[in-house]
């Protein structure tokens, strides 16, 4: 039975920390975290928003604040996710839960002097949520999945002469994760008292696939440190260049909770079965003392580390003419730092899974025209690349390359309020995957879009 227990817990914990989507960029990674970027398409390492969320695209922004002057945000992006798996074989499909997902972020900045701002602003760098029916074809490697890297960043800024501006953000990351599961008797390891050699599973005598057993749910919290530090060049009265690196982190998880409840399966042995049982034993009295104290299924412990890669953005914004502003950024990211997942067990033998992430690349293009004196509209479009290697797009990680294109608007009202609204829709592109344990071959086909809507409330003083 311990390979019951490793199977799941392993499994099961690797593949929460690997899943992404519905949340919306390569790998595990979110950009939404300012809906006036949204609306431009995530495009800020040569000009953030004046909204204070530079501390999250470029720290060196927050140097436009003036002595004295300073602004609040709240923002907030609700993501509302589809998609779908389409077995190949038996043209059955499972469709995620048409669930919605809410983003935060907020900022607070502050100009000490004319040359030296300071704030904190807190963002989610990275993060998903996915959640298929628990009788889904998904249910083995994972139902329900979440995890959430919340990073509170205090930040300073500073302009060194008339044309070079410095940040620096110290990151403090608030990480949890969340996994439910089913488990499948054909990978359940035989009881001793059967006298199977180590290792042979109820599938090797001849149970089929898609029997339920057990329901988990693994969680766990931690908390990392890195840092955020970015560089705005102003060329020109019209052109400025940015770049912007936020450090790569390794998060270690001790303490982590794994939880089995056992499910009956109903099934009766039948006479001349291999298991050389009486006729009529019910299978899950075998498989009950493993849920029961002195069990390798009781409550216990897990442990593991998770490598959040290392972000490069640069970028360019280019005043056309006074009312219309032109951006691009080009970012990359090193999800090569993410090859595997090792875990420490309270009961089971450790375990190290294989990930074998790639580097992903984002183009973002995007547009910003001035309306009157208080108001702009924004569009943009970006697209990247899959972190996922083909042996690793699954029900947890459905995951292709997309295209994606942003519309905003921004005004301001009242005394120093100005309301941003956004829309960004991702078009995914079809890729076939799997619904089965790793190391089988891909059997179906992963469908996803998502709809976005941004909204922020900023306040200037």
Known sequence: MRRLHVWLAAGGLAAALAAPRPLVAQGFSVNEHSTCAMGRAGTGAAMPCP?????????AGLASLKKGDGVVTANATLISARGSFTNAATGFKDDLKDNNY??????????????LAAGVGLFAPYGLTTEWPSTSQARFLGYKSHIAAIYVQPTVAAKLGEYVKVGFGFDINFFSVELRQHV????????????APPGTTFGNIGFLSGTDVANTKLDGNATGVGYHAGVILQATDKLSFGVRYLSRQKVEIDGGNAEFSQINTGILLP???PL?????????????????PGGSLVKQGVSTAVRLPEQWSVGLAYQVTPTLLLLFDYNRQNWEVFQSLPFDFEIAPDQSLPQNFQSTDT?????????????????GYLSHNAAAPD???TPNLPEASRSEFTAGFGTAFAKNFHLDLAYQYIDQA?????????????NGLYEFYAHLFGASLSYAF
Request: charged content about 15%; glycine content about 12%.
């Open 51 to 59: 909204d204070g969320s530079a501390m999250a695209f470029n720290p």
């Open 102 to 115: 809410l983003v935060p972020a907020a900022y607070v900045g502050y100009g000490i002097t004319d040359n």
């Open 184 to 195: 499948d008797l054909a990978e359940v390891g035989l009881p001793a008292s059967a006298g």
């Open 271 to 273: 006479n001349a079965n």
């Open 276 to 292: 050389g049982l009486p006729a009529g034993t019910p299978l899950d009295a075998l498989l009950t003392p493993q849920f029961q």
């Open 363 to 379: 183009f973002r293009f995007g547009a910003d025209y001035r309306l009157g004196t208080s108001s702009n509209i924004r569009i």
């Open 391 to 393: 042996q690793t797009v």
């Open 430 to 442: 079809d890729r076939e995957g799997r619904s089965t344990p790793a190391g089988t071959p891909n």
